[in-house]
């Protein structure tokens, strides 16, 4: 019998089997065998589209306040506040953003239009801007 250790995912124990947690039970035969589940978002532009530009005033509103609320909890560094800086024309907005605010917008939605994701490189995409410390004063040559 050797000493390797296999952590269960649904209790936290680790466990002297590989089939079966000897903590609670489960199986966990597969937690080795399937790739990892994780995996970095891509990131771009979403163009929304609205079906009937009717209710535009009414759905740009609710998705502005969703969407500042994603601005404040993701941490993607991207340009804030863009629903004010990017106003909707019409039935169509663009927002940048990442491939996981694709479902929230549709949510907002409700069928009421489409999104599109577009993947761009990091350069395309308006960022906020690096903060830089300010430069420590320098003394002139002739007073060293």
């Known amino acids: 019998m050797s000493n390797q250790r296999f952590l269960c995912e649904y209790c936290g124990y680790s466990s002297d089997n590989q089939e079966r947690c000897s903590h609670c039970g489960r199986d966990i035969a597969d937690q080795f065998t399937r790739p990892a589940g994780f995996k970095i ?3 771009g532009k979403l ?3 609205l079906s009937s530009p009717g209710h535009a005033e009414h759905i740009w509103k609710e998705l502005a306040e969703r969407w500042d609320r994603l601005e404040q909890e ?10 004010q800086k990017f106003p909707p024309t019409g039935g169509t907005l663009e927002l940048y953003g990442s491939e996981l605010e694709v ?11 489409t999104v599109e994701f577009q993947e761009l490189p990091r350069e395309q995409i308006p ?3 690096r903060y830089e410390p ?5 003394v002139p040559r002739n007073k060293r």
């Open 41 to 43: 978002p891509l990131q």
């Open 47 to 49: 163009l929304i589209r």
């Open 74 to 83: 993701t941490n993607l560094g991207l340009l804030p506040g863009q629903m």
């Open 103 to 113: 479902r929230p917008v549709q949510e907002v939605l409700n069928g009421r239009g």
């Open 127 to 129: 960022h906020r801007p």
């Open 134 to 138: 300010p430069r420590p004063p320098t």
